[in-house]
């Protein structure tokens, strides 16, 4: 026997509403958790996951985010920013929770690991790509800080400036503004480089690898489904067909993440 729609309907709202729950228990958790490693030395590989955590649920869960745990992230951003050690000293840990900050209200201290992505330390720079990539799809990257770091970066032969050029593909910009900056690029980069080689095959209209930023995705995503797995009692059945509910449902993120330009091991100039 079919159940009546009402029913049906109901049911639909309660899973969505389970998932949003899952999804801020989990956005809460992750955050608390870095926020208490902030100070273990050596940084642990975990810190960026559970950092990497908060942004992606931010950046493809948007509107599933509450306003209780908007409120904890800018409550942290606000303690930290405002903590001499960190804007001194420790700045470099915060670009997941920038780009997290920039997806739920328009914060823009990405602006910071993008004026940075070619300092003078490697391990820092590696840091700040896989940040910035899940804003650069909204950015117009013609802007001066990012163009200056590239220029500067590539003339260095810095490692991982060719994940900035993976941002500058990624980026909400025109086909032929993309081109025009890659042309410019072309002669910073020594003949038989990889960024040279990565250069020319964008501008031929094939794809290049994105190494640095997809793997690091990858890493989150993984770290993501772990901890989702390992939480008793939280549903994870997927909602069924129907009018848009306001919590946004498990198949709205996963597709938002399947989009992103940049959740994919090649790249290439939009058409």
Not at 54 to 77: G, K, W, Y
Not at 129 to 148: M, N, Q, S, Y
Request: aromatic content about 8%.
């Amino acid at each position: 026997m079919t159940r009546p729609a009402a029913a049906d309907e109901s049911r639909r709202f309660a899973d969505a509403k389970a998932w949003a729950d899952s999804v801020n228990a989990l956005f809460q958790s992750q955050l608390k958790a870095f926020v208490s490693g902030l100070d273990q030395l050596p940084v642990p590989m975990e810190q960026d996951r559970r950092a990497g955590a908060v942004a992606f649920l931010a950046a493809f869960a948007t509107e599933t985010i509450s306003a209780s745990s908007r409120r904890l992230l800018d409550t942290v951003l606000n303690s930290l920013e405002e903590d001499r050690a960190y804007s001194s000293d420790d700045w470099f840990k915060l670009p997941y929770l920038h780009a997290a900050a920039f997806h739920l209200h328009g914060g823009m201290g990405i602006n910071i690991a993008i004026r940075n992505i070619a300092c003078g330390s490697s391990n820092l720079r590696q840091g700040f790509f896989a940040p910035i990539g899940l804003v650069a799809h909204k950015l117009d990257l013609r802007r001066t800080d990012f163009l200056e770091a590239m220029r500067q970066g590539l003339e260095m032969q810095f490692f991982y400036m060719d994940a900035g050029i993976c941002l500058l593909l990624s980026s909400a910009m025109p086909r032929m503004e993309k081109v025009a900056i890659l042309e410019s690029w072309r002669p910073l980069c020594p003949p038989g480089s990889l960024t040279r080689e990565e250069v020319e095959t964008a501008l031929s209209g094939r794809a290049i690898r994105n190494r640095l930023i997809f793997s690091e995705y990858s890493e989150i995503a993984m770290h993501i489904a772990a901890h989702a797995l390992s939480s008793p009692g939280r549903s994870a059945r997927m909602t069924e067909a129907g009018p848009r509910l306001p919590f946004g449902t498990p198949e709205d993120f996963a597709g938002q993440v399947r989009r992103h330009p940049l959740f994919s091991s090649w790249i290439a100039l939009n058409k």
